[in-house]
């Protein structure tokens, strides 16, 4: 929460400077949180109420403006590991509007600097405003070229490769476009396709996404565009960059031109005469916002004739003819009736609010993360106290928080109404499913149950990771349903997915029977199971719900063993603490982004005599193909590569993407199993190892030429 404010009229000019200095500060670290890593530490309203008081400290103090201040940019510096790309016209950013009177200023503002009477027609355009991430599209005769982030506003990252990937965005445009046309619109994801991805993603031990933004952003901004490929983005235009000849003469004109073009636009745009007008849009939006199934975070008012637009231009970092009317922020109090523990696949325990049911800006709330222990007593990530140290209770009066989160939080909790009996939460030390101790490991705020395979809450979230998307994907038999199997008795682990119809589908008579079933989706079923029963190595790998083993690190485990037996016969041999070195766990841990937590958690797993009997019995029942190099024509196939030393023709992780790519295996470090180092300037005791060992080693220039990039 921000801190309470002086009034500007009190300050002088050394406590102007000396605040103007610090929110220099402190907006940098927000938008590099937001931007640049995609976490944001603040709300959207705190934010902006940051820049609002820098704001009002310029307008009073102008004198006192920095050079780097924030209201002289936009957004965060470009991250690595992508191109970067110029915007040949900046990207630019919106300023805020909060109240409906701010609403008539704006409309005032600009009948003044065009000289227009009250009474002069003079038409807006008003649309909801995305709560996703700006992208620029630049075709060239209808065929798009290059896909560019916002960045800093003048600088992006180049994610052509990724925006390829998405169905909204046309790869040619329909009809007649012209040469040259950067369209500019918000990637976003819609909070069905959040949901899911996150429930994959908790399954899978992956990264959990705190709200769609940063889903949307993380999915964008991957350097494999497989993984792109496999979130679900979607893309409205609502603008555009450079153009070799206008789209029309109007806002409201040049996005139909986009519509017809191919491109989705926003159905709430529309054409208004007043600022009363305006802002009854806006209300209508606000009202049907809980069902829109996306993120807005306001509506945006924009001139509608572009010659007007043309004569307004810009203030340092937005133009003058556009404003975003925000949303505030939705908070609601009610009670905290009881907090339950959920056991995920891994074993974490996740406290979840049970609440008194609650609107939240057009959502009944009845449930809201409590994150883990140290949030319900009061403590952050990094050990510090937030909400000033105050603990929650059962009982307890709280503040729920729904902001562009589809998963509402506890934000805080009003002491004066806790009731005298509440008593601190006593958060259990054991798992609530199957009694086993569910200690916290140093350094972790999470508490894991280490019931491992027989922990029955673990078991039905294993399965449910088993059956996900990105697993073994089976038509017809999603969480739910293997739930209700599960439940039943007819499924009790993975394998017995492939014996189901052999226990009960003789006849269909037994699956037909049951409730949402019928002779046709039971037939359905059974074939869509027979249809799986070959699997792709990384499938299978994944589905297993190793933890630390997420999508990305299977597919690399299976490309680095040649089939299923020799990957398990190498896990066995790692687990062989008898010999003094054990080659099979350094060749473990020689893949790149196989770190030692990830290697423990494989070894662990395979060691683990309750894990193998489900694996052994799992496997006898598939064909498990091994996963074909990417490209088999590439001269690097199969090949493992090292990269050492400075590159200067491309980032690292580009490097290793573009490697992978070709098929090659990118290695940390040298051995003997090494194909081919490639030595930058600085190279040092890899490239002497490299040397000792007669491996081939290339410039990154032979490399370049080797590859044929
Ligand atoms: S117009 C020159 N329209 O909001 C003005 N922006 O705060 C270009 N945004 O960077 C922006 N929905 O990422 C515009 N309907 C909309 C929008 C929208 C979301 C984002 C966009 C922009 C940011 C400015």
């Not at 807005?296 to 556009?322: E, H």
């Not at 799992?618 to 074909?628: A, N």
Request: contains cysteine; charged residues 25%.
């Amino acid at each position: 929460m921000s801190q309470p404010h002086l009034p500007v009229e009190t300050l002088g000019e050394a406590e102007v400077a000396a605040e103007l200095t610090h929110l220099a500060a402190e907006i940098a670290r927000h938008d590099e949180a937001y931007h640049g890593k995609d976490a944001p530490e603040v709300s959207d309203a705190d934010y902006d109420a940051l820049r609002r008081r820098n704001d009002a400290l310029e307008a009073a103090f102008p004198a006192l403006i920095r050079d780097d201040s924030p209201s002289k940019r936009v957004g965060a510096p470009v991250s690595s590991g992508f191109p970067k790309v110029r915007h040949e016209a900046p990207m630019l950013s919106l300023g805020n509007a909060f109240s409906d009177e701010d609403v008539a200023e704006f409309d005032q503002r600009i009948r003044r600097f065009l000289g227009l009477t009250a009474d002069d027609a003079l038409a807006y355009t008003a649309e909801p405003k995305i709560d996703g991430l700006s992208l620029s599209l630049r075709y060239e005769k209808g065929e798009l070229k290059v896909a560019a982030t916002r960045g800093d506003g003048q600088e992006g990252e180049n994610v052509t490769r990724n925006a390829l990937v998405v169905e909204d965005i046309p790869k040619r445009l329909t009809g007649d476009a012209p040469d040259v046309l950067e369209v500019r619109g918000e990637v976003y994801m819609s909070h069905a396709d959040f949901a899911a991805l996150n429930e994959r993603n908790e399954a899978a031990g992956q990264k959990v996404f705190a709200n769609p933004r940063n889903a949307a952003a993380g999915s964008l901004r991957q350097l494999d565009s497989n993984i792109t490929a496999s979130r679900p983005l979607k893309f409205f235009a609502y603008a555009w960059g450079v153009l070799s000849e206008p789209l029309a003469g109007t806002q409201s004109g040049s996005v139909a031109r986009l519509k017809e073009l191919g491109f989705q636009t926003n159905n709430y745009m529309a054409r208004f005469k007043s600022a009363d007008e305006l802002v009854a849009h806006y209300h209508k939006i606000e009202t049907d916002r809980a069902s829109l199934g996306y993120d807005i975070d306001g509506v945006v008012y924009k001139v509608d004739d572009l010659n007007l637009q043309r004569r307004l231009g810009f203030v340092s970092r937005a133009p003058r003819w556009a404003i975003a009317h925000k949303f505030a922020a939705e908070t609601a109090v009610t009670v905290l009736e009881g907090i339950d523990i959920q056991v995920g696949r891994t074993g974490a325990l996740s406290p979840v609010a049970r609440l008194k049911p609650v609107t939240v800006g057009g959502v009944v709330v009845s449930n809201a993360t409590l994150h883990n222990e140290d949030y319900i007593a009061g403590l952050g990530g990094d050990g510090q106290p937030i909400r000033e140290g105050r603990d929650l209770r059962i009982g307890d009066t709280v503040v729920v928080y729904r902001a562009g989160d589809v998963i509402p939080k506890v934000m805080d909790v009003d002491l004066e109404r806790r009731p005298t009996e509440a008593e601190p939460y006593a958060f259990p030390d054991t798992c609530p499913e199957c009694g086993s101790p569910a200690p916290r490991e140093a350094g972790e705020a999470i508490r894991r149950c280490t019931g491992g395979m027989t922990c029955p809450a673990q078991a039905l979230e294993r399965l449910k990771h088993f059956v996900s998307r990105a697993a073994l994907d089976i038509d017809g038999l999603g969480a739910k349903q293997v739930e209700t199997f599960w439940k039943d008795g007819w499924i009790a682990d993975i394998a017995d997915i492939f014996r189901l119809q052999e226990n009960y589908g003789s006849g269909l008579s037994q699956l037909k029977n049951r409730e949402g079933w019928g002779e046709q989706s039971a037939t359905n079923l059974f074939a869509a199971i027979e249809d799986k029963r070959t699997i792709d190595m990384d499938r299978l790998i994944f589905g297993l719900g190793i933890r630390h083993v997420g999508e990305t690190s299977a597919r690399m485990l299976a490309r680095s063993y040649d089939d299923w037996d020799a990957f398990i016969a190498a896990m066995d041999e790692t687990a062989d603490t008898e010999a003094e070195t054990n080659a099979a766990l350094e060749n473990l841990m020689n893949i790149d982004g196989v770190g030692d937590t990830m290697a423990a958690a494989l070894v662990g797993f395979f060691a683990d005599p309750a894990a193998r009997a489900i694996v052994n019995d799992l496997t006898e029942q598939l064909t498990i193909v091994p996963l074909e190099a990417a490209q088999t024509d590439s001269p690097v196939v199969g090949k493992t590569v090292v990269f050492t030393g400075t590159l200067e023709r491309m980032t690292r992780a580009e490097a290793k993407a573009g490697a992978e790519a070709l098929g090659a295996k990118v290695a940390g470090s040298v051995s003997k199993k090494t194909d081919i180092l490639i030595a930058g300037p600085g190279a040092g005791s890899k490239l002497k190892k490299a040397e000792d060992l007669e491996i081939e080693t290339l410039t990154e220039d032979e490399w370049i030429v080797l590859i044929g990039a």
